[in-house]
């Protein structure tokens, strides 16, 4: 069946996610950012594993010694793209519409109880509202940040392509089999301090890999290896961006940077083309 592989990896990730909210809300503050900063270094380990795919010697054998200018002019015509286009924004918007649609579920299904008057009351607290407006805006960026984290997280590397691909060409899901074990572990560590944002991440899994899914089934073999290096070496130089914002080192707009992926495997071509490689 196409598109079993993707179909298991929401599913992992959903049950990831529904386990490290339940151990979450039993862990103090401390812990789930400990676990936040172990995730967050790593992701920058994984990152470093992806990009020394500027070394694969199908990259290599196309664009010479020009591997790491690839990924450079990728990083920039794809950030600049992507901050035309907004696309920080823009997910970040998404995951704060599915917060705000997860909230006014919850609201329904929990009438918030009545606060009883106090006999002598103080006219300054009078209006004050039981939920802390700061609490539900932290509550709505941890939403955001579990979300936008999770989807690159999961979204951004080797198994998410060609497993998405050799699960189109029937191949089999061997990759994306062991990926949703990785990705479901993932998303007990990340839901454990991040919440549900990192369960809606299933939705942008399920749409990327879905897609590539689609390609492979639809054109056979889409990608060279060179141009599979190439995707693999960017994302990783993203997932750093991932990793330093994991450990509350630096914010970085990742989601500006993601058309890279798409503009690494053109320069790829356009070098290849014009080598006659």
Known sequence: MVGLGTIINV???LLGSAIGVALGHRLPMRTREVVTDGM???TLLVAALSAAAVLDPALREVVGSGAVLVVLGAVLIGGIVGSLARLEDRLESLGEHLQRLGARRRGRQ???????ESPDPDPGNAAADPV???DEH???LRFVDGFVSASLVFCI???AILGALSDGLGLGIDQLALKSILDGFIAIAFAASLGWGVAASALAVGVYQGLWTLLGWAAGDVLADAQVAAITATGGVLLVGVGLRLIRLQTMRVGDLLPALVVAPIIVAVIGAINGS
């Open 11 to 13: 599913v992992a990730i």
């Open 110 to 116: 929990r009438p918030v109880a009545e606060v009883p």
């Open 40 to 42: 967050g270094l790593v």
């Open 138 to 140: 932290d509550r709505a």
């Open 132 to 134: 802390p407006e700061d």
């Open 157 to 159: 590397g080797p198994l």
